[in-house]
């Protein structure tokens, strides 16, 4: 969503890099720069000036001037800066001292609320809760149907007691507010604790859209209205938003489609302009692309710090313990890590979501945007496909998968024979980096300078690995002398070297002692261990 607007930043800090003072007209090209940035982006108008003011008036005041790195502490008024209009601090739901929580969603239709519903469903059902969804959106065609699916694979109850319309020919009959305070009342007698009250959108914003969504408002008693926003539309966002602030008076924004290749303006306008913080953010069609929104974590991702503290959370959600403990213990073992361990690791990897989502998270991320962007998902599927096709004795044993046998493992997989060799090779590096931890040797030295061994060769990624250290050259073994007499003399020389080689280790000159000083008495050692020196 952001990655326009981060290139053009982070092109941006870059002319600031090593300067040891930044004048007045530094920091007016940059701010400069930066306020293109964000219009490029669909930022309002009035956002901007405020952002630009601000971080022109810090930039210009004592905390840059005397900052050791100029650049750096402008990156971090930006930050800063950023964070304030994205909400400043992380707000959740609020829950009804007495239960049940009602949660209202409103937004225009195609915004993607009963999408949603079900995932904030599911997200509150994981946190412990157990929520019910309300279906009020009797106009649209099949939302009622839609919502049912959605509580189905969130695994949470629908009260749906009017089908709403099949078709757009068809008029809406039932009556959405009824619904509302049926459906609150079927959730007090089946002991919900959430209820989540999807109601019906428009094309745009009209007197009877707001009506509508206002009387269910008061007529169950939201505690939490949630406004769902395209995060794709731009800059008619802060008029919508404004429009149903003053209609419902929300109390917090969800962004949708975030997962899209919009330049992401609505996100850093609507809550700098209704004054109401950016609660959730949806990131793609799954019941788990759905995350609580952090303005400190959003605002380092647009500047490419990286996202390190949301890729431990969905880490710690999606890892599975007993898996790492097992793995825990074949460290602690020295056992040899086999292609079965290879492939649960893939799968573990692939339960945490979209890897083009996960490496995004990394810092620097933008700066690898070609490989991010070839990146093959289905790879991983394949990685399962070939590993499965082989016998459980070679997945121990990988060393004796010769030629016959990766030409029927590429055969029962349907790969090529290429990607079952670029396969072991991968497996090889993982085995040889597992080892060396196991045997506390820490993570190895790494191919070209740094980095995961085999990173390049990642699947997905294409081949990699970087150009291997050079070797110092070996010194060559001196060519014997031609003539008898000085060959013999070279020989005896050598021997006698080797001779007093030896008898040195013996009498203990290595550690800073000789055969005269060794003396058992000046050793002040226990009785009985003068023996040990004759």
């Not at 969503?1 to 600031?16: I, V, W």
């Not at 609505?266 to 949806?282: D, F």
Request: glycine share 12%; net charge positive.
């Amino acid at each position: 969503m952001f990655n326009s607007l981060s290139d053009r930043l982070s092109a941006t800090f870059k002319n600031l890099r090593g300067k040891g003072r930044l004048s007045e007209a530094d920091i007016d090209g940059t701010a400069r720069e930066i306020r293109r940035a964000l219009l490029d982006a669909d930022v309002a108008v009035p956002v901007v000036r405020e952002f630009i003011a601000k971080v022109k008036a810090r930039a210009l005041g004592s905390e840059v001037a005397q900052a050791l790195n100029p650049g750096q502490q402008i990156v971090k008024i930006v930050n800063e800066e950023l964070v304030g209009i994205l909400g400043g601090q992380t707000r959740e739901l609020a829950f009804a001292k007495n239960p049940p929580t009602v949660i209202m969603l409103a937004g225009l239709q195609g915004a993607g609320k009963t999408t949603l519903a079900g995932k904030l469903a599911h997200h509150l059902k994981n946190q412990g809760h157990t929520p019910m969804l309300v279906a009020c959106d009797l106009q649209r065609p099949n939302a009622v149907t839609q919502l049912q699916v959605g509580g189905k694979r969130a695994g949470v109850p629908v009260y749906a007691p009017h089908p709403g319309v099949s078709s757009e020919f068809e008029s809406a009959t039932g009556d959405p507010v009824k619904v509302a305070t049926e459906g609150l009342a079927e959730a007090r007698s089946k002991l919900h604790d959430v209820v989540i009250i999807d109601t019906a959108g428009r094309l745009g914003v009209d007197a009877e859209l707001m009506r509508q969504a206002a009387d269910i408002k008061a007529a169950v008693g939201a505690h939490e209205t949630l406004f769902v926003i395209d995060a794709m539309i731009g800059q008619d966002a802060v008029t919508t938003a404004q429009a149903f602030n003053e209609g419902v008076n929300f109390t917090g924004v969800v962004l949708t489609k975030l997962d899209g290749d919009a330049r992401g303006g609505a996100a850093l306008s609507v809550a700098s302009v209704t004054g109401k913080p950016v609660m959730y953010a949806s990131t793609g069609e799954g019941l788990k692309d759905f995350e609580v929104f952090h303005p400190d974590r959003m605002a380092r991702r647009i500047l490419d710090m990286g996202d390190i503290l949301s890729l431990v959370e969905q880490a710690e959600a999606n890892w599975d313990r007993g898996e790492a403990e097992k793995m825990a213990r074949k460290f602690a073992d020295q056992e040899d890590f086999t292609l079965d361990d290879f492939l649960g690791q893939m799968q573990q990897l692939k339960k945490m979501g979209s890897m083009k989502k996960l490496l995004g998270m990394m810092p620097g991320a933008q700066g690898m945007r070609q490989q991010l962007d070839q990146f093959d998902e289905s790879s991983i599927g394949r990685v399962e496909a070939i590993i499965y096709s082989m016998t459980p004795y070679e997945r121990n044993v990988p060393k004796v998968i010769n030629g016959s046998r990766r030409a029927r493992i590429a055969k029962g997989s349907g790969v090529h024979v290429s990607e079952v060799n670029q396969l072991l090779e991968r497996f090889t590096q993982a085995q040889k980096m597992m080892k060396k931890m196991a045997g506390g040797g820490g993570m190895p030295s790494m191919p070209g300078g740094g980095g995961m061994p085999g990173m390049g060769g990642m699947p997905g990624m294409g081949a990699g690995g970087g150009a291997s250290k050079k070797r110092k050259p070996q010194p060559k073994p001196k060519k014997k002398s031609g003539n008898p007499a000085k060959a013999a003399q070279e020989a005896r020389e050598a021997e006698l070297k080797r001779t007093q080689g030896a008898a040195k280790r013996m009498d203990g000159s290595s550690f800073g002692a000789g055969t005269k000083d060794l003396k058992p008495e000046d050793l002040n050692l226990p009785k009985g261990f003068e023996k040990y020196l004759r």
